[in-house]
Protein backbone atom coordinates (compact mmCIF):
# COMPACT_ATOMS: atom_id res chain seq x y z
CA UNK A 1 0.00 0.00 0.00
CA UNK A 2 2.13 2.92 -1.08
CA UNK A 3 -0.39 5.66 -0.03
CA UNK A 4 0.43 9.43 -0.93
CA UNK A 5 4.26 8.98 -3.27
CA UNK A 6 5.97 12.13 -3.71
CA UNK A 7 8.86 12.58 -5.58
CA UNK A 8 11.98 13.83 -5.50
CA UNK A 9 12.40 13.81 -1.83
CA UNK A 10 15.41 16.29 -1.93
CA UNK A 11 16.22 19.30 -4.60
CA UNK A 12 18.82 21.97 -4.58
CA UNK A 13 18.20 24.72 -7.39
CA UNK A 14 19.51 28.17 -7.70
CA UNK A 15 17.26 31.42 -8.09
CA UNK A 16 15.63 31.17 -11.13
CA UNK A 17 15.52 27.91 -11.77
CA UNK A 18 12.28 26.34 -12.50
CA UNK A 19 10.72 22.72 -11.08
CA UNK A 20 8.10 20.61 -10.75
CA UNK A 21 6.90 18.30 -7.91
CA UNK A 22 5.31 15.41 -7.74
CA UNK A 23 2.85 13.52 -6.24
CA UNK A 24 0.36 10.50 -6.64
CA UNK A 25 -2.35 9.08 -4.29
CA UNK A 26 -3.29 5.20 -4.86
CA UNK A 27 -6.36 5.63 -2.75
CA UNK A 28 -8.71 6.57 -5.59
CA UNK A 29 -8.97 10.46 -3.41
CA UNK A 30 -11.04 12.92 -4.80
CA UNK A 31 -9.56 15.66 -3.25
CA UNK A 32 -5.79 16.49 -2.71
CA UNK A 33 -3.86 19.29 -1.40
CA UNK A 34 -0.09 20.52 -1.39
CA UNK A 35 1.53 22.31 1.79
CA UNK A 36 4.44 23.75 2.80
CA UNK A 37 6.19 23.71 6.25
CA UNK A 38 8.87 26.01 7.57
CA UNK A 39 10.27 25.82 10.98
CA UNK A 40 7.73 27.62 13.43
CA UNK A 41 5.11 27.92 11.60
CA UNK A 42 3.43 24.76 10.90
CA UNK A 43 1.77 23.29 7.95
CA UNK A 44 0.43 26.20 5.39
CA UNK A 45 -1.54 25.53 2.41
CA UNK A 46 -0.77 26.09 -0.92
CA UNK A 47 -3.27 24.88 -3.34
CA UNK A 48 -5.49 22.35 -3.34
CA UNK A 49 -7.91 20.35 -5.80
CA UNK A 50 -11.43 19.16 -4.62
CA UNK A 51 -11.71 17.18 -7.87
CA UNK A 52 -10.11 15.95 -11.15
CA UNK A 53 -10.10 19.46 -13.25
CA UNK A 54 -10.53 21.33 -10.43
CA UNK A 55 -7.88 23.75 -8.39
CA UNK A 56 -7.93 26.49 -5.96
CA UNK A 57 -5.73 28.59 -3.93
CA UNK A 58 -4.97 28.37 -0.50
CA UNK A 59 -3.31 30.37 2.37
CA UNK A 60 0.11 30.85 0.41
CA UNK A 61 -0.20 30.54 -3.66
CA UNK A 62 2.45 33.14 -4.60
CA UNK A 63 4.94 31.84 -6.84
CA UNK A 64 3.59 28.31 -7.19
CA UNK A 65 1.03 26.52 -9.88
CA UNK A 66 -0.35 23.61 -9.95
CA UNK A 67 -1.64 20.95 -12.51
CA UNK A 68 -4.23 17.95 -11.13
CA UNK A 69 -3.58 16.00 -14.14
CA UNK A 70 -6.10 13.39 -13.17
CA UNK A 71 -7.80 11.77 -10.39
CA UNK A 72 -4.28 10.26 -9.27
CA UNK A 73 -1.88 13.45 -9.73
CA UNK A 74 -1.12 16.27 -8.40
CA UNK A 75 1.93 18.75 -8.91
CA UNK A 76 2.85 21.66 -7.89
CA UNK A 77 5.24 23.96 -9.76
CA UNK A 78 7.64 26.81 -9.00
CA UNK A 79 8.40 28.74 -12.27
CA UNK A 80 11.28 31.00 -11.05
CA UNK A 81 13.07 29.45 -7.78
CA UNK A 82 13.79 32.20 -4.58
CA UNK A 83 14.85 31.60 -1.24
CA UNK A 84 11.90 31.83 0.28
CA UNK A 85 10.60 29.11 -0.89
CA UNK A 86 13.27 26.92 0.58
CA UNK A 87 10.57 24.54 2.57
CA UNK A 88 9.54 21.02 2.81
CA UNK A 89 6.57 20.32 0.95
CA UNK A 90 4.01 18.43 1.88
CA UNK A 91 0.91 17.15 -1.05
CA UNK A 92 -1.96 14.95 0.93
CA UNK A 93 -5.35 13.66 0.08
CA UNK A 94 -8.69 12.76 1.58
CA UNK A 95 -11.77 10.40 0.62
CA UNK A 96 -15.28 11.72 -0.46
CA UNK A 97 -17.43 13.56 2.11
CA UNK A 98 -16.81 15.81 5.24
CA UNK A 99 -14.92 15.12 8.01
CA UNK A 100 -12.19 12.79 6.35
CA UNK A 101 -8.75 12.30 7.59
CA UNK A 102 -5.78 13.20 5.55
CA UNK A 103 -3.19 11.46 4.15
CA UNK A 104 0.25 12.50 3.74
CA UNK A 105 3.31 11.45 1.71
CA UNK A 106 6.90 11.82 3.31
CA UNK A 107 7.35 15.17 1.57
CA UNK A 108 10.01 17.27 -0.43
CA UNK A 109 12.84 18.91 1.13
CA UNK A 110 13.61 21.70 -1.08
CA UNK A 111 16.67 23.79 -1.05
CA UNK A 112 16.75 27.18 -3.26
CA UNK A 113 20.52 28.94 -3.08
CA UNK B 1 -3.30 33.70 9.08
CA UNK B 2 -5.84 31.94 10.87
CA UNK B 3 -3.59 29.47 12.13
CA UNK B 4 -4.04 27.89 15.98
CA UNK B 5 -0.97 27.79 18.34
CA UNK B 6 -0.26 24.82 20.82
CA UNK B 7 1.09 25.04 23.91
CA UNK B 8 3.87 23.63 25.08
CA UNK B 9 5.92 24.45 21.92
CA UNK B 10 8.22 21.54 23.32
CA UNK B 11 7.78 18.62 26.40
CA UNK B 12 10.13 16.12 27.49
CA UNK B 13 8.50 13.52 30.05
CA UNK B 14 9.73 9.83 31.09
CA UNK B 15 8.11 7.00 29.36
CA UNK B 16 5.35 5.95 31.71
CA UNK B 17 4.15 9.64 32.54
CA UNK B 18 1.26 11.31 30.81
CA UNK B 19 1.73 13.90 27.92
CA UNK B 20 -0.70 16.78 27.77
CA UNK B 21 -0.90 19.74 24.98
CA UNK B 22 -3.15 22.08 24.32
CA UNK B 23 -4.44 23.86 20.88
CA UNK B 24 -6.15 27.05 20.32
CA UNK B 25 -7.48 28.46 17.61
CA UNK B 26 -9.79 31.77 16.35
CA UNK B 27 -12.53 30.70 14.00
CA UNK B 28 -15.49 28.72 14.74
CA UNK B 29 -15.30 24.99 13.57
CA UNK B 30 -16.97 21.56 12.10
CA UNK B 31 -14.52 19.42 13.74
CA UNK B 32 -10.78 19.16 14.84
CA UNK B 33 -7.95 16.56 13.95
CA UNK B 34 -4.85 15.58 15.80
CA UNK B 35 -2.06 14.47 13.72
CA UNK B 36 1.59 13.30 14.40
CA UNK B 37 4.62 13.97 12.66
CA UNK B 38 7.85 11.32 13.25
CA UNK B 39 11.17 13.22 12.24
CA UNK B 40 11.51 13.28 8.69
CA UNK B 41 8.44 11.65 7.66
CA UNK B 42 4.72 13.12 6.68
CA UNK B 43 1.75 13.64 9.16
CA UNK B 44 -0.25 10.71 10.58
CA UNK B 45 -3.82 11.27 11.18
CA UNK B 46 -4.49 10.67 15.06
CA UNK B 47 -8.48 11.36 15.77
CA UNK B 48 -10.96 13.68 14.94
CA UNK B 49 -13.49 15.25 17.32
CA UNK B 50 -16.57 17.03 15.60
CA UNK B 51 -17.72 20.49 17.44
CA UNK B 52 -20.70 18.79 19.03
CA UNK B 53 -18.37 16.12 20.80
CA UNK B 54 -16.48 16.91 23.94
CA UNK B 55 -14.61 14.20 24.19
CA UNK B 56 -13.37 11.24 22.66
CA UNK B 57 -11.03 8.30 23.35
CA UNK B 58 -8.63 6.58 20.67
CA UNK B 59 -6.55 3.83 22.80
CA UNK B 60 -3.86 6.08 24.91
CA UNK B 61 -5.38 8.84 23.43
CA UNK B 62 -7.51 11.03 25.06
CA UNK B 63 -8.77 14.68 23.06
CA UNK B 64 -11.40 17.00 24.55
CA UNK B 65 -12.99 19.94 22.63
CA UNK B 66 -14.16 23.26 24.83
CA UNK B 67 -15.64 25.31 21.53
CA UNK B 68 -16.35 27.98 23.82
CA UNK B 69 -12.74 28.51 24.50
CA UNK B 70 -11.99 27.73 21.20
CA UNK B 71 -9.28 25.56 22.79
CA UNK B 72 -8.23 21.18 22.56
CA UNK B 73 -6.28 19.15 24.40
CA UNK B 74 -4.49 15.94 23.69
CA UNK B 75 -4.00 13.24 26.69
CA UNK B 76 -1.19 10.97 25.66
CA UNK B 77 -1.65 7.78 28.57
CA UNK B 78 1.27 6.00 29.84
CA UNK B 79 3.91 7.58 27.14
CA UNK B 80 6.51 4.98 25.15
CA UNK B 81 10.02 6.37 23.63
CA UNK B 82 8.20 5.44 20.26
CA UNK B 83 5.35 8.30 20.80
CA UNK B 84 8.67 10.76 20.69
CA UNK B 85 7.39 13.00 17.66
CA UNK B 86 5.89 16.07 16.92
CA UNK B 87 1.86 16.77 17.21
CA UNK B 88 -0.31 18.97 15.22
CA UNK B 89 -3.87 20.54 15.76
CA UNK B 90 -5.85 21.08 12.48
CA UNK B 91 -9.39 22.55 12.29
CA UNK B 92 -11.88 22.47 9.66
CA UNK B 93 -14.30 25.16 9.41
CA UNK B 94 -17.32 24.04 7.01
CA UNK B 95 -16.92 20.02 7.36
CA UNK B 96 -17.06 19.57 3.12
CA UNK B 97 -13.74 20.79 1.74
CA UNK B 98 -11.47 18.78 3.81
CA UNK B 99 -9.44 22.31 4.22
CA UNK B 100 -7.35 22.34 7.28
CA UNK B 101 -5.73 25.04 9.14
CA UNK B 102 -3.11 23.79 11.19
CA UNK B 103 -1.52 24.81 14.52
CA UNK B 104 2.29 25.22 15.04
CA UNK B 105 2.81 21.99 16.70
CA UNK B 106 4.12 20.98 20.38
CA UNK B 107 7.47 18.82 19.84
CA UNK B 108 6.73 16.04 22.08
CA UNK B 109 10.48 13.78 23.60
CA UNK B 110 9.52 10.64 25.42
CA UNK B 111 13.21 9.43 27.27
CA UNK B 112 13.49 5.84 27.80
Known amino acids: NAGVTQTPKFQVLKTGQSMTLQCAQDMNHNSMYWYRQDPGMGLRLIYY???????DKGEVPNGYNVSRLNKREFSLRLESAAPSQTSVYFCASTGTGGRQPQHFGDGTRLSIL | SQQGEEDPQALSIQEGENATMNCSYK?????LQWYRQNSGRGLVHLIL?????REKHSGRLRVTLDTSKKSSSLLITASRAADTASYFC????????????FGTGTLLAVQP
Open chain 1, 49 to 55: SASEGTT
Open chain 2, 49 to 53: IRSNE
Open chain 2, 90 to 101: ATDKDGATNKLI
Open chain 2, 27 to 31: TSINN
